[in-house]
């Protein structure tokens, strides 16, 4: 257990309003990401974050903005939703394991509908 | 773009019987992870390799690394029920993002 929680777990919205998906970790873990799942496309990332104010692009990132204030929390932003952006969204966090290699360990997940 | 591709994609079998599932690359990685994900959830981390030719085992779970670091395979003996998941892999490069590359996942099914 990576100590890592998501909220909220479930959200029904409306197309065109805007939604914000809240990554918290209690480990103190540099690197945070975001992904989204869909059936046939697997998941894939949308953000991430090397530390506090630091974020970069993923592949699917239009769309889509985040923010990291604190160590322990990655906020995803859907500044206007679309029905293309109903998915189930995974936050994660990466710890190393010397050498360069890193394993990535995952929340549970929010699951959203854009209406 | 750098891709992983799992096979099979879906996979149903009874209880008892073997099965291997299959990660190959044309890249080389500096890690392999293997993830099941249940229904709900998030994906859970199984094991990570790191060695070219490393083989791991959990249980009735094996897991190998490519001697050349493009490919990996997991191994299950006699399948239960609660095997039933959607497996995934993942490679990570050498770099200071821990970015991983995921498979598109292979989907098991294991039938009491």
């Known amino acids: 257990d990576a100590g890592i929680t998501q909220s909220p777990r479930h959200k029904v919205t409306e197309t065109g309003t805007p939604v914000t998906l809240r990554c918290h970790q209690t480990e103190n873990h540099r690197y945070m990401y975001w992904y989204r799942q869909d059936p046939g496309h697997g998941l894939r990332l949308i953000h991430y974050s090397y530390g506090v104010k630091d974020t970069d692009k993923g592949e699917v990132s239009d769309g889509y903005s985040v923010s990291r204030s604190k160590t322990e929390d990655f906020l995803l932003t859907l500044e206007s939703a679309t029905s293309s952006q109903t998915s189930v969204y995974f936050c994660?966090?990466?710890?190393?394991?010397?050498?360069?290699?890193?394993?990535?360990?995952f929340g549970p997940g929010t699951r959203l509908l854009v209406l | 773009t750098q891709l992983l591709e799992q096979s099979p994609q879906f996979l149903s079998i009874q209880e008892g019987e073997n099965l291997t599932v299959y990660c190959n690359s044309s890249s080389v990685f500096s890690s392999l992870q293997w993830y099941r994900q249940e229904p709900g959830e998030g994906p859970v981390l199984l094991v990570t390799?790191?060695?070219?030719?490393e083989v791991k085992k959990l249980k009735r779970l094996t897991f190998q690394f490519g001697d050349a670091r493009k490919d990996s395979s997991l191994h299950i003996t006699a399948a239960q029920p609660g095997d039933t998941g959607l497996y995934l892999c993942?490679?990570?490069?050498?770099?200071?993002?821990?970015?991983?590359?995921f498979g598109q996942g292979t989907t098991l099914q294991v039938k009491p």
């Open positions: 993942a490679g990570g490069k050498w770099s200071n993002t821990g970015k991983l590359i």
């Open positions: 994660a966090i990466s710890e190393s394991l010397g050498a360069g290699v890193e394993t990535q360990y």
């Open positions: 390799v790191v060695t070219g030719g």
